[in-house]
């Protein structure tokens, strides 16, 4: 069965560089969500969207945004980027905002800041 | 969100069952217990999920009390590639879908 696609896998930025992390869902899903999982730390909400609108938003930092396309793939910007922004980033998807749907991962970028 | 505690680690031998537990004593009637796992910084995996009625599936049991303020995750049949981080998450209310997690617990299944 197909899964949540992240892109890319591993990524190296240095400092107050810029990163856009995408992700696509499982076919037919039209929810996102974005996590964070810093180092020995578990994952953490940022932000997600439904039908290309956000629906909720976490402790995202200002520097960071995210959208959702016409065909619902996601994208994460990440500006000024800073060393604490190492991390694990994970997108996951679902039918629909309901919470009885399951949410389905990605295997995850590994952001490493420099 | 209903805040969930589960015991910071559990050991099981090879083959036998693995009995998690998760005390939510603070849910609500809407919210839904759904288990995840994390095998090293993977990403995380969706287990079983339920709302008042146990659930079974290939992976696992979910054994729900009738006061639903706890619950049991069950691995009948433990293996070593089942050494991961266990979350016990209560989702719903106004959580608009999103997951939030707590510590977990760390399996460890010796051969």
């Known amino acids: 069965a197909a899964g949540v696609i992240q892109s890319p896998r591993h990524l190296i930025k240095e400092k107050r560089e810029t990163a856009t992390l995408k992700c696509y869902p499982i076919?037919?899903?039209?929810?996102v969500y974005w996590y964070q999982q810093g180092p020995g730390q578990d994952p953490q909400f940022l932000i997600s969207?439904?039908?290309?609108?956000?629906?909720d938003k976490g402790s995202i930092p200002d520097r960071f945004s995210a959208q959702q396309f016409s065909d619902y793939h996601s994208e994460l910007n990440m500006s000024s980027l800073e060393l604490g922004d190492s991390a694990l980033y994970f997108c996951?998807?679902?039918?629909?905002?309901?919470?009885?749907?399951?949410?389905?991962f990605g295997p995850g970028t590994r952001l490493t800041v420099l | 969100d209903a805040k969930t505690t589960q015991p910071p680690s559990m050991d099981c031998a090879e083959g036998r069952a693995a009995n998690l537990p998760c005390n939510h004593s603070?849910?609500?009637?809407?919210?839904?217990v759904y288990w995840y796992r994390q095998i090293h910084s993977q990403g995380p995996q969706y287990i079983i999920h339920?709302?008042?009625n146990n659930e079974t599936n290939e992976m696992a049991s979910l054994i729900i009390t009738e006061d639903r303020k706890s619950s049991t995750l069950i691995l009948p049949h433990a293996t070593l590639r089942d050494t991961a981080v266990y979350y016990c998450?209560?989702?719903?209310?106004?959580?608009?879908?999103?997951?939030?997690f707590g510590q977990g617990t760390i399996l460890t299944v010796h051969p």
């Open positions: 996951a998807s679902s039918f629909g905002l309901a919470d009885y749907n399951e949410q389905f």
């Open positions: 076919p037919r899903h039209d929810t």
């Open positions: 969207f439904y039908e290309k609108m956000q629906s």
């Open positions: 603070t849910i609500s009637g809407n919210e839904y």
């Open positions: 339920g709302l008042k």
């Open positions: 998450i209560v989702r719903g209310g106004t959580s608009y879908g999103k997951l939030t």
